[in-house]
């Protein structure tokens, strides 16, 4: 399976069409949660469009060459957010759905770690992978096969700061 390589504008359009997709769903939420790292961007630009506050989880599972090892799945022990309480009607975002772990033990750990009653979670992601086994509320591809896929940010993965100083300046 050869890799899914994304450019910028390709990223940021499926964002688009993700905020679109929700939209016309006519699903009503008042909190946006993104799941970091890979979530940070798409919870930054649905928190934008929809003027909803932003909450991230800090989650990790992949390590390895290359960060594409899936290991064990580490939440944070806090929310990050700027409102006293998080919302009742949360739409969880990520840039993708791979195994589904996340995603599927995200909704019990927000359930056991929150004081404020949650009345609905959904969830929202831009790829959708056929292995998965969380199927996301709303996504925008479909992917039957398991491609790796290579967003735009991925290569800063492999610069140092002192490879950044050298080439800017």
Known sequence: MPDL????????????QLA??????GW????????????????DILSRIYQQPL??????????SGKQARGNL????????TTETLGSRILVVDDLVDSGITLKETIPW????????????????????ACSIFAP???????????WIRQPFEHYEHISP???AAKVS
Request: net charge negative; proline share 3%; aromatic share 16%.
């Open 5 to 16: 390589y994304v450019s910028w504008s390709e990223y940021h359009y499926k964002i688009e």
């Open 20 to 25: 679109a997709r929700i939209y016309d769903s």
């Open 28 to 43: 009503e939420f008042n909190q946006i949660l993104c799941l970091a790292r890979g979530g940070l961007r798409v919870g």
């Open 55 to 64: 909450a991230i989880l800090a989650t990790s599972s992949y390590s390895g």
């Open 74 to 81: 580490i939440f944070s022990r806090h929310l990050t957010m």
């Open 110 to 129: 927000l359930q056991q770690n929150t004081t404020t009653p949650i009345e609905e979670i959904r969830t929202a992601v831009i790829w959708y992978k």
């Open 137 to 147: 509320n709303y996504y925008i591809d479909y992917l039957p096969d398991n491609p």
């Open 162 to 164: 002192a490879d950044l």
